[in-house]
């Protein structure tokens, strides 16, 4: 898990059915939940398509060694969103 307390937000990865996904938000609901398409180490892509928006998304995971520190995330809203792991 990690958070963003200057927007009140937080974001959890997890793995479903062979996918990584990220589930970001102030409250977790459905339509907060990325399925992450690898772009390359440590950096994914995601998108959705809803009826009143259509969003995409850089998500970044930011390793201090082996050890994961923190995702930055990135759409037309936000720009390198710092979520630290909790």
């Known amino acids: 898990r990690y958070s963003n307390a200057d927007i009140g937000a937080e974001a959890e990865g997890q793995m479903r059915g062979g996918a990584l996904l990220l589930r970001y938000g102030p409250a977790f609901h459905h339509e907060a939940e990325l399925a992450l398409a690898p772009l390359a180490r440590d950096m994914f892509l995601a998108s959705y398509d809803r009826a009143w928006t259509k969003q995409s998304f850089a998500v970044r995971f930011v390793r201090h060694g082996d050890t994961v520190a ?17």
């Open 70 to 86: 923190g995702v930055l995330v990135s759409s037309d809203r936000l720009k390198n969103t710092w979520f630290a792991r909790l």
